[in-house]
Nanobody, 123 residues
Framework: HVQLVESGGGSVQVEGSLRLSCRSS????????MGWFRQIPGKERGRVATMDGYGGTYYAPFVQGRFTMTRDEDKKGLSLQMNSLKPGDTAMYYC?????????????????WGRGTQVTVSS
């Protein structure tokens, strides 16, 4: 039974920083694809950044070098350092995993999701 727990969300001012963390349990696959996603009210959930089982990373175009994703050494956790935050980054942020080294194109193919952590950026 896979569980993902996000933490680190909060409220910050424009240009502030936050570090999100995701800890997993129950993952038996050695090098899964993991990633961060976000959902803005009224919009569909979208990809922020993913890391495949080989260490390859993908960042959504809106990240523009502001976010950095790292995987814990034990490969059971994932962090997202977010700098230069904008009001448009306000969203619920979710961690997800696919029990395969490759990252899927479709969000529905990620097998397990956390409950999310809220990020609010105010001007």
């Amino acid at each position: 039974h896979v569980q993902l727990v996000e933490s680190g969300g909060g409220s910050v001012q424009v240009e502030g920083s936050l570090r999100l963390s995701c800890r997993s349990s129950g993952i038996t696959y050695r090098d899964p694809c993991m990633g961060w996603f976000r959902q803005i009210p009224g919009k569909e959930r979208g990809r922020v950044a993913t890391m495949d089982g080989y260490g390859g990373t993908y960042y959504a175009p809106f990240v523009q070098g502001r976010f950095t994703m790292t995987r814990d050494e034990d490969k059971k956790g994932l962090s997202l350092q977010m700098n230069s935050l904008k009001p448009g980054d306000t969203a619920m942020y979710y961690c997800a995993v696919r029990l395969n080294s490759g990252c899927p194109v479709l969000l529905k193919d990620f097998s397990d999701w956390g409950r999310g952590t809220q990020v609010t950026v105010s001007s």
